[in-house]
Nanobody, 122 residues
Framework: QVQLVESGGGLVQPGGSLRLSCAAS????????IGWFRQAPGKEREGVSC???????DYADSVKGRFTISRDNAKNTVYLRMNSLKPEDTTVYYC????????????????WGQGTQVTVSS
């Protein structure tokens, strides 16, 4: 069974850091592009970052300079390191995989995780 499982979310104070993990099972991530997305209730899904199978990365302007996406193919896992977190970063974060090229458009992704909650509050 193809699965993506996010972990690492939680409650953090403004300015703090979290590292989200996206672990794949049932398939290997080597040839997939991976995207991180976030979506608050009632709002559209927003692309946060993506990484291609070749390691090229992209970031939303709102997180550029604060977030870093990386992949460890040996562990079949992709990470999102989030630094200098702000209250507006609060929402559910999802990882997704596509055999197509890396993109910030959620509609092009084939597989999705269940999401992990990130809350930034003092």
């Amino acid at each position: 069974q193809v699965q993506l499982v996010e972990s690492g979310g939680g409650l953090v104070q403004p300015g703090g850091s979290l590292r989200l993990s996206c672990a794949a099972s049932g398939f290997t991530l080597d040839y997939y592009a991976i995207g991180w997305f976030r979506q608050a209730p009632g709002k559209e899904r927003e692309g946060v970052s993506c990484i291609s199978s070749g390691g090229s990365t992209d970031y939303a302007d709102s997180v550029k300079g604060r977030f870093t996406i990386s992949r460890d193919n040996a562990k079949n896992t992709v990470y999102l390191r989030m630094n200098s977190l702000k209250p507006e970063d609060t929402t559910v974060y999802y990882c997704a995989a596509t055999i197509r090229i890396a993109t910030m458009s959620s509609s092009l992704y084939e597989y999705w995780g269940q999401g992990t909650q990130v809350t930034v509050s003092s």
